[in-house]
Structures are given as structure tokens and as C-alpha cells.
């Protein structure tokens, strides 16, 4: 039974790569590595913690970034956002209250305001100077509601993201291992 998981999730993510802009990534991607200041993450949820994962993938590459709590920015930390800064935000439908919330307060702010997401017609995109359209059309679980496959692919994205932008800036194995100096890769100096 769990084969039928596993293989539910590589066949809907491989599915949604293939509608997937190539071209609107690219230019994403020099957009992300051109910043002047720093990049957020953002997300509500799960959505969070692909954020969360994301800022931490591109600070071991070198490309300074941090998350940013959405629900928690409106109460005091969007004091940190400054006009050189670029907001990424995920979210799958671009219509959570906390997140538009969060988008109207940005976009006063800053107008830099990129949003990875899976629904064209979100409410979200109106706050967005661009955005990275990831058609997700299942779920894996039986219920088709919890959000797997979503996560799995926008994972996958900013993963893949970090390293052309590292391979662009000529990331060596010694400024890698210099922002990741414990554990394994630590050793390998």
C-alpha cells in the first residue's frame, strides 16, 4: 500500500513540473540572486516550514535570507523589511486571511513580493510584483486535502532554485562547508 503513496507523489510532482514556466523560473531565479538585500520566506502552515527550510538552504549557500512569520510580522516584525528586500511567499491557494493580511501590510512596505503558489485566480497575487505558477492537481492522501504532494514540489523548487543561483555565484566547496562548519559536511574541510 504505500508503494501506491510514494508512487502517487512522484507521478502528480513529475505531472506538475511539466506545466511549470520554465522561463518565468529562470528570470525568478535572477530576480532571487540580483537582490540587493536580503530574501524572506513566508508562509502560513506547512507552507511555513517549506519557508523556513527554504531560508535555511540558501544561507548555507551563501545567499542571505531568513523566514519571516507572517502572523507574526504584522504584530511588529515587518519593522526588519527594507526597500532592497524581496518577500517570497507560499502558499497553494493565495487565500488564507492571515496571509493576505500579511500581503496588504508588504505591499505598503515593499513591492517586491514574489509568491510561489497552485490557484491563478488567488486573492494574494493582486499584492505580488510576480509570481511562480505550480499547478498541483492531487494530493496524495486518500482524502486529496492534506497537503503532500504540494509541499513535497514546492520543496523541490526552492531546492532546485538555491542551487542554480549558488552554481551562478561559483559557490567552492570551502565557502559551503564555511557557512555549514558542523556535523558531516563540517568534516570535509
Known amino acids: 500500500m504505500i508503494e501506491t503513496y510514494l508512487n502517487k507523489h512522484l507521478k502528480t510532482i513529475s505531472e506538475s513540473f511539466d506545466f511549470l514556466d520554465k522561463e518565468k523560473l529562470i528570470y525568478f531565479a535572477n530576480i532571487l540572486n540580483g537582490c540587493k538585500g536580503v530574501i524572506f520566506f513566508s508562509g502560513v502552515g506547512k507552507n511555513g516550514h517549506v519557508a523556513s ?19 507574526d510580522a504584522v504584530h511588529g516584525d515587518m519593522g526588519i523589511i527594507s526597500e532592497n528586500d524581496i518577500i517570497v511567499v507560499i502558499s497553494k491557494s493565495g487565500n ?29 497575487l493582486k499584492y505580488c510584483e510576480g509570481n511562480v505558477y505550480l499547478p498541483i492537481n ?4 486518500d482524502l486529496n486535502i492534506v ?37 558531516t559536511i563540517g568534516k570535509l574541510l
Open 96 to 124: 488564507t486571511s492571515e496571509l493576505i493580511n500579511f500581503l496588504e501590510n508588504c505591499f505598503k512596505k515593499n513591492k517586491n513580493i514574489w509568491m510561489i503558489h497552485s490557484n491563478e485566480k488567488n486573492q494574494g
Open 147 to 183: 497537503p503532500t504532494v504540494s509541499i513535497a514540489a514546492y520543496v523541490i523548487l526552492l531546492q532546485s532554485i538555491s542551487c542554480e543561483i549558488s552554481s551562478f555565484r561559483g559557490l567552492t566547496l570551502s565557502e559551503f562547508v564555511s557557512n555549514h562548519p558542523g556535523g
Open 138 to 141: 492531487n494530493e496524495a492522501d
Open 53 to 71: 527550510k527554504a531560508a535555511s538552504t540558501f544561507n548555507s549557500m551563501g545567499i542571505k535570507s531568513y523566514f519571516l512569520n507572517p502572523i
